[in-house]
């Protein structure tokens, strides 16, 4: 029988399928790679052999990822995507509550839940920053925070302080870092030295979300713990050869590519917050929170009538009438700008 006394509070995760001509809404990098460089991949692709399971060290794959990120294979866990890792911390680290600043991403609610903890949401301040009062009150529920930093959907980064003050309070901090590349700011010292602190980054969000590979780093000890309860050849043996490839070959594309898209954020939040009623939020990811004067389903909608597919996120506690843009190749950018302003003018 379905245990549905534990599945109840529990609904799939929610994401934008719908068609639309401009995709702005799963923060996802906008270019594709060269040509070439994807034959070439393709072309390793076709000496793999799929008759057999992959590696299940992914041990090539780890040392590209070691060698592109600058930390040691034998701190580095890899996941099919991080939302595994996520799912991998909520298990095995700690047994009280988890703390989760809201509004953030869905999964650290979800993992908690499916873990069968109990999750202690504190709403964030006004600035959207972890609020340390509120904080204090469930300090001595919880032995597990979990902080996306910066935090999907508001674009900041939370401030490192109140992220230390927690942890000083004997709490085991995951930082989420899958937007690191477009904000420069780390824990990896950290996670490089304590056992109260890990990092979690993604492939997915410079160019190879449809590989599914997450990276969790942390002191051996730690990796050696989560190791046991990995899910043997969790990364595709396609995965492994492909994102091993890339992390290669295309390192230099990669850094230019991500420098391209800081450039069209901090034009598309300049042009943005030009247009009447619109209110942006300042980020350090690849993407935009914005608020309108109108109900932001009815923005959505209207935005999707014209075309462009962008995130509501207005469903989350402080983020009334807002939605969420990512940045885009810079004609998407416009295209997006100028069905912006039809649609609020219209409205
Ligand atoms: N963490 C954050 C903060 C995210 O926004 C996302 C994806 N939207 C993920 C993790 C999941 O990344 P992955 O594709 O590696 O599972």
Redesign the pocket.
């Known amino acids: 029988m379905i245990n549905k006394k534990k599945l109840d509070d529990l609904s799939p995760y929610k994401t934008e399928t719908t068609k639309c001509k401009v995709r702005l809404s799963s923060?996802e990098l906008p270019f594709e790679f060269p040509t070439e460089i994807i034959y070439e991949a393709l072309r390793q692709v076709d000496e793999t052999k799929i008759r057999l399971y992959p590696d299940p060290e992914a041990k090539r794959l780890k040392e590209a990822i070691a060698d592109f990120i600058g930390v040691p294979e034998e701190n580095i866990l890899l996941g099919n995507?991080?939302?595994e890792l996520i799912y991998y911390i909520s298990l095995v680290i700690g047994e009280k509550g988890v703390f989760i600043p809201v509004p953030t991403?869905p999964?650290y609610l979800i993992s908690t839940k499916v873990a069968g903890r109990k999750p202690f949401e504190v709403y964030l301040d006004p600035h959207f920053d972890i609020d340390v009062e509120r904080t204090k009150s469930v300090l001595g529920e919880v032995d597990l925070a979990f902080f996306?930093y910066p935090n999907?959907p508001t674009g900041n980064l939370f401030s490192k302080e109140k992220i230390n003050f927690i942890r000083e309070k004997g709490i085991f901090i995951a930082v989420?870092e899958?937007y690191y590349n477009y904000a420069g700011d780390t824990f990896i010292n950290e996670a490089l030295k304590r056992e109260d602190t890990v990092v979690l980054r993604?492939l997915?969000k410079i160019g190879m979300?449809g590989l599914?590979v997450?990276v969790l780093i942390g002191v051996k000890e730690i990796i050696r713990e989560i190791e046991k309860i990995r899910l043997p050849f969790n990364i595709s043996a396609v995965s492994q050869v492909i994102a091993t490839y890339l992390l290669c070959r295309a390192k230099d594309y990669i850094k230019c590519m991500v420098d391209k898209v800081i450039e069209e954020r901090e034009r598309l939040e300049k042009e943005m917050s030009r247009i009447k009623g619109v209110e942006v939020f300042k980020s350090k990811a690849n993407f935009i929170l914005f608020r309108t004067p109108f109900p932001a389903d009815v923005v959505h909608k209207e935005l999707i009538k014209e075309d462009v597919l962008v995130r509501d996120v207005s469903y989350m506690p402080l983020l009334e009438r807002c939605l969420r843009v990512s940045v885009g190749k810079p004609e998407d950018n416009d295209f997006f700008l100028e069905k912006l302003r039809i649609v609020l003018e219209r409205l």
């Open positions: 923060n995507g991080s939302d991403f999964m996306s999907n989420d899958a993604t997915s979300s599914r997450g």
